[in-house]
């Protein structure tokens, strides 16, 4: 996989792992700032070598029994549950997450390709009369299948580089399709040791091909290319827009950015509301799409809340993942911990009340909490990507929800309230893919569906959500007479 003397990491083609010593990306920690291992740029030429490879190995694929490729899956989740440290070592240098949360991530993704196997033996087709239209005699048949779409480009982000890589090529190849896997840039070491526990699980030769590379240099080429057949990404909605517009015909599925509210009314519980808002927000420095990112509170019950979270943030730790497993880490880079102390400055020159946090040091953004947050600031409505929590207050129930709407985002949001007709009516009000209630925005479980909508995401995710987007209705009209 790497070579051991220069840490120079390979790519997975056919089989077999290419080193490539030209064009390198030197991948370096965002802890320290030391190298964690250097990647090849491929070219388009390389490209093209890795999708024509996938394409060739699809066809025979395709007609492999599932219960087949249900035992090779099985077989890539007990492999990443014995190597769960080792690949948790490497995301915590390259990705800085504590060491508890990355090897959670690792057996959590064990788990999630267990259940995918599982869950892709039990999809059946159907068969439909054709006299149960009107006007038709029972004269037809109709019997449907699913087939595989072929080639599924699958593009994982830095935050989740296990998981989140899995969530797509796991579900791509119960469906019968074969994989390209582009990792992020940062998160790419942590991506080729899954792809490596595919290969060593028994997988076919070409099944999943991996290219590692600049988006700036290959990332229009290879979301277009002629014999890629389905585009899965997670990833910015800056990037997720321009996917979607210039692979015009191509199915997609992504999952995009978020801007989610946490909304608290008059008769919730409050310590169970500041509880889950404070793990919302801050878990993973607030790297993740689904995080808390701003707190809509009715006037009735703000002064208290504000309270309660205030005395939360106090078990909200920050520090180096190498010296512990703290709640808030070094941002992935430079420009993400410039971009949140922007944030940060635009809240304080405008007035927000700052409570907790507001300083920096290098990437380390510590845990900040602003109250009596307006409709004019930034970070009312910009994803900070960090941890960052604004607390907007506002009047009433309707006025909460105007706000959440009004955002370009709509991945999630939470409502706080012991009535549940209020529950519902605010769910139905709320203009995103999944309502939480009573607890904090969240991905889980796995089998759920996950999706967004307005600039958060297309399409739906969840294990058999994402095999049947990764496949296609066939039908097969038998005529009897």
């Given at each position: ?136 005699k029972n004269d037809k048949i109709s019997i449907v299948t699913r087939e595989a779409l072929g080639v599924v480009l699958a593009i994982s982000p830095f935050n989740y580089p296990v998981n989140l890589a899995a969530s797509k090529i796991a579900p791509a ?309």
């Amino acid at each position: 996989m790497f070579n051991t003397e220069e840490n120079i990491y390979g790519n997975l083609l056919n089989g077999k792992w290419i080193h490539n010593k030209e064009n390198l990306i030197h991948i370096k920690s965002p802890i320290n700032g030391e190298l964690v291992g250097s990647i090849h740029a491929m070219s388009r030429e390389e490209v093209d070598e890795a999708i024509n490879i996938a394409k060739k190995a699809q066809k025979e694929w395709a007609l492999v029994p599932t219960n087949e490729k249900s035992k090779i899956l099985h077989n890539v989740a007990d492999l990443l549950e014995e190597r769960a440290e080792e690949i948790a070592k490497i995301m915590v240098l390259e990705i800085a997450k504590d060491n508890k949360s990355a090897i959670s991530e690792v057996k959590r993704t064990a788990d999630f390709i267990r259940f995918t196997a599982e869950t892709a033996e039990n999809i059946k087709g159907e068969s439909l009369p054709g006299d149960s239209f009107p006007g038709f005699k029972n004269d037809k048949i109709s019997i449907v299948t699913r087939e595989a779409l072929g080639v599924v480009l699958a593009i994982s982000p830095f935050n989740y580089p296990v998981n989140l890589a899995a969530s797509k090529i796991a579900p791509a190849l119960m469906a019968g399709n074969s994989v390209v896997f582009k990792p992020a840039t940062q998160g790419a070491i942590s991506g080729l040791y899954l792809a490596k526990a595919f290969k060593d699980a028994g997988l076919p030769d070409g099944l999943i091909n991996t290219i590692t590379g600049r988006g700036s240099e290959i990332g229009d080429y290879v979301v277009t290319h002629k014999d890629t057949d389905f585009v899965n990404f997670t990833g910015s909605s800056e990037i997720g827009k321009r996917i979607s517009r210039i692979t015009e015909m191509k199915p997609i599925l992504m999952e995009l950015g978020g801007k989610d509210a946490a909304i608290v009314l008059d008769d919730a519980d409050l310590d169970l509301a500041a509880k889950n808002i404070v793990a919302g927000a801050f878990s993973y420095s607030g790297q993740r799409c689904t995080a808390v990112k701003r707190v809509l509170v009715t006037d009735y019950v703000s002064d208290t809340l504000v309270e309660k979270i205030v005395e939360e943030m106090k078990k909200v730790t920050y520090g180096s993942p190498l010296e512990g497993n703290f709640t808030v880490g070094p941002l992935i880079d430079t420009k993400s911990a410039d971009f949140v102390e922007g944030l940060i400055k635009d809240a304080v020159d405008k007035g927000a009340t700052l409570l907790a946090g507001g300083t920096r040091e290098g990437n380390i953004i510590a845990p900040t909490l602003f109250d009596n947050v307006t409709v004019d600031m930034r970070i009312a409505w910009e994803e900070p990507f960090g941890p960052v929590l604004p607390i907007i207050r506002v009047r009433n129930m309707e006025e909460a929800i105007k706000i959440a709407n009004e955002s370009e985002y709509g991945l999630q949001s939470s409502i706080f309230t012991k009535d549940i007709n209020k529950a519902f009516y605010v769910a139905s009000k709320l203009e995103v893919g999944t309502v939480q209630v009573n607890n904090k925005t969240e991905r889980g479980p796995d089998h759920f569906p996950f999706l967004g909508v307005k600039s958060s995401g297309m399409g739906v995710q969840g294990i058999r959500y994402s095999i049947e987007a990764m496949s296609r209705v066939k039908a097969t009209v038998i005529n009897l007479k």
